[in-house]
């Protein structure tokens, strides 16, 4: 039976498109806030019988959001829908995956409890630290990786002499993979942190940078502190061009103003801002 999409608040920017690439009716799921601050949702249509795809990017009022797509899975479910699904295009709860301090929650432990009411829970590039793939957490989980959507993306440039760089090795999955793809150079910088707004990043590796196009690929750009550090670091080689490609752009405390200032900043529509031009849609299709 075809999935049919219900669209949810943080995705009203991207659902329809992704219900295209599924060949998929869709719905946008009602959502209210009553005067105290509690969360109501409600179907428009029926969903007995149906095979329900959740979009939604947690970005923005992110506990909010969760409830929200909790509370439309168990009433679907409630109604008979025969199956739901989620596709996480902004996944949330990744960062504390362990106790750091005495006393704190493992978020993503919790959150994958709670995402258990799913059939199955895609998420497009989480951010993974510790934990190395995704069922680690979330036993119905899969990773889906924008990689080919960026490669895609960047041909349409029409780049010249392009160098891929990764700002720290975290990140390198990305530039290096793009790189392969295209059969392009790349590099990787190491950062070492000092802070949750404090960076220190150097670069490794002999090749030429001068004249190049550089493209820096990383999975978020949230402050912007590593991104500015990294691109303040390339401009030294005297490069022709820098791009910075975020799949995830939060662009927090004005980065995005502060970084357009020495590159062209480009992100992908997991999160809307006037930067994502770069369209996940397609990566609906890496979905059975």
Same mark, same amino acid.
């Given at each position: ?5 219900? #669209? ?19 719905? &946008?799921? !009602? !959502?209210?806030?009553?005067?105290? $601050?509690?969360?109501?949702? @409600? ?28 509370? %439309? +899975?168990?009433? %679907?479910?409630?109604?008979? %829908? ?15 995956? @362990? *106790? ?9 432990? &919790? ?5 258990? #009411? ?9 951010? /993974?630290?510790?934990?190395?793939? #995704? @069922? ?13 959507? /960026?490669?895609?993306? &960047? ?25 392969? =793809?295209?059969? @392009?150079?790349?590099? =990787? /910088? ?6 949750? *707004? ?8 002999? &090749? ?5 196009? /550089? #493209? ?6 949230? !402050?912007?502190?590593t991104m500015l550090k990294t691109i303040k670091l390339l401009k030294k080689f ?7 490609? +975020?799949?995830? $752009? ?6 995005l103003k502060k970084l357009s200032k020495y590159a062209e900043i480009l992100s !992908?529509n997991t999160i809307p801002s006037k930067v994502s031009k770069i369209d996940i849609? $397609? ?6």
């Amino acid at each position: 039976m075809a999935k049919e999409v219900i #669209v949810c608040s943080g995705a009203k920017h991207i659902g329809k498109n992704i219900a295209k690439k599924f060949g998929a009716k869709f719905q &946008i799921l !009602t !959502t209210k806030k009553f005067p105290d $601050g509690e969360i109501c949702v @409600k179907f428009e249509e029926d969903v007995r019988g149906k095979n329900l795809i959740f979009v939604q990017s947690f970005f923005g009022e992110i506990s909010d959001k969760i409830i929200e797509v909790l509370f %439309a +899975a168990y009433n %679907a479910k409630d109604l008979g %829908a025969k199956r739901i699904e989620l596709l996480s295009l902004y996944p949330p709860y990744f960062r504390q995956d @362990k *106790r750091f301090n005495s006393g704190e929650a493992i978020s993503i432990q &919790i959150l994958g409890k709670l995402f258990e #009411v799913f059939d199955k829970v895609y998420f497009v590039d989480p951010h /993974l630290h510790r934990i190395k793939e #995704v @069922k680690e957490v979330f036993k119905k989980g899969e990773r889906l990786s924008s990689v080919n959507v /960026l490669t895609n993306y &960047i041909q349409k440039l029409k780049l010249k002499n392009p160098v891929f760089v990764g700002p720290d090795i975290e990140s390198d999955q990305w530039a290096q993979n793009v790189a392969i =793809i295209l059969g @392009k150079k790349h590099v =990787i /910088l190491r950062k070492k942190r000092l802070g949750d *707004r404090k960076v220190q990043v150097k670069l490794d590796g002999g &090749i030429d940078l001068k004249n190049k196009e /550089l #493209v820096i690929i990383d999975d978020i750009i949230s !402050t912007g502190h590593t991104m500015l550090k990294t691109i303040k670091l390339l401009k030294k080689f005297k490069p022709k061009k820098i791009y910075c490609i +975020a799949v995830h $752009g939060l662009f927090l405390e004005n980065s995005l103003k502060k970084l357009s200032k020495y590159a062209e900043i480009l992100s !992908t529509n997991t999160i809307p801002s006037k930067v994502s031009k770069i369209d996940i849609s $397609g990566i609906a299709e890496e979905i059975k």
